[in-house]
């Protein structure tokens, strides 16, 4: 059977932090930037406005007429995850508060792999182009490879970001086998007949591991080269409290090359901001 993914990324509401400083995946003594700076009102739009998306969009019910997600033991139709790091974990939250009737019903799942990228000994450093360091310099140089020290390349946050990503759509596949074999009475395996299953994934998180998830799409679908889809991925502007939707298709038809279904990737929407314009 064909899954169909409807990946709702949404960056975590700005921060009250000093500005020209990298602030990334931190250490778990220092989890940066955690006091957020946002209204509650744009915190109600971007909730509404997801769930619109979610209830006229991928999700097989409403959720706001079902108010419960899925069965115990059968596919989800939506889930909420988020990062580890404090000011995503807060986001998603105010979300819940914002707009309970939809998202209080949610499965909600913190995943480490969805992260900021770890700067290693440049984190909470300032960044001014007219005194660079070496570490500086070097990543400027080459923002997509370069790894700080004790930190992470970009590339490196894209392959931790694609594990994941790829990890949960194969465990929703799975459970769409298991439950399309169970409802026709036979083992299911998922790849073949039935009709598809619909699923929406919101993930709260940061900018650099939304770069990270367009990349790996861009990579999946364009046959890129992964360095190319990198240093693409990396002109996306990524607004706080901004969402980009990411659609992920899985074929029947086989990659000869891998020996399994062909997967492809629909970019629906980037940086897209629902919110409120915000004063200089």
């Known amino acids: ?17 000093q500005k020209g400083v990298f602030i ?17 009102q744009e915190i109600a739009l971007l909730a509404s406005r997801v769930s619109d998306r979610i209830n006229n969009g991928v999700a097989t019910n409403s959720v706001l007429a079902k108010g419960l997600i899925g069965e115990k033991s059968g596919l989800p139709d939506c889930l909420l995850i988020t990062s580890t790091l404090r000011r995503a974990r807060e986001t998603a939250a105010a979300l ?30 300032e960044y001014d182009k ?11 140089d080459a923002p997509d490879t370069y790894r700080p020290p004790d930190g992470e390349s970009f ?16 465990a929703l596949h799975r459970i769409a086998g298991r439950q399309s074999g169970s409802e026709s009475g036979s083992e299911g395996s998922g790849e073949d007949g039935g009709a598809a299953a619909k699923v929406s994934i919101i993930v709260v998180a940061h900018a650099g591991t939304i770069r990270a998830a367009l990349a790996h799409a861009l990579a999946k679908t364009l046959n890129a080269h992964s360095s190319a889809s990198a240093a693409q991925a990396l002109t996306f502007a990524i607004d706080t409290l901004s969402c980009t939707r990411i659609d992920n298709y899985r074929d029947k038809a086989l990659d000869s090359s891998a020996g399994k279904n062909k997967s492809y990737s629909l970019l629906g929407c980037v940086n897209a901001r629902w919110g409120f314009e915000r004063k200089p």
């Not at 990334?24 to 509650?40: M, V």
């Not at 914002?98 to 984190?123: C, H, I, S």
Request: hydrophobic share 40%; aromatic share 10%.
């Open 96 to 125: 819940v508060d914002a707009e309970p009737q939809t998202y209080k019903a949610m499965r909600v799942m913190r995943v480490a792999a969805f992260d900021e990228q770890n700067f290693g000994v440049l984190e909470g450093k």
């Open 1 to 17: 059977m064909q899954l169909i993914t409807q990946w709702f990324w949404l960056r975590h509401a700005p921060t009250v932090a």
């Open 130 to 140: 007219e005194y660079y360091t070496h570490e500086q310099r070097a990543l400027w």
């Open 155 to 170: 590339t490196d946050l894209i392959n931790r970001v694609a594990c994941a990503v790829e990890r949960i759509e194969s």
């Open 24 to 40: 990334g995946k931190g250490s778990r003594s220092n989890d940066p930037a955690a006091e957020l700076n946002f209204s509650h």
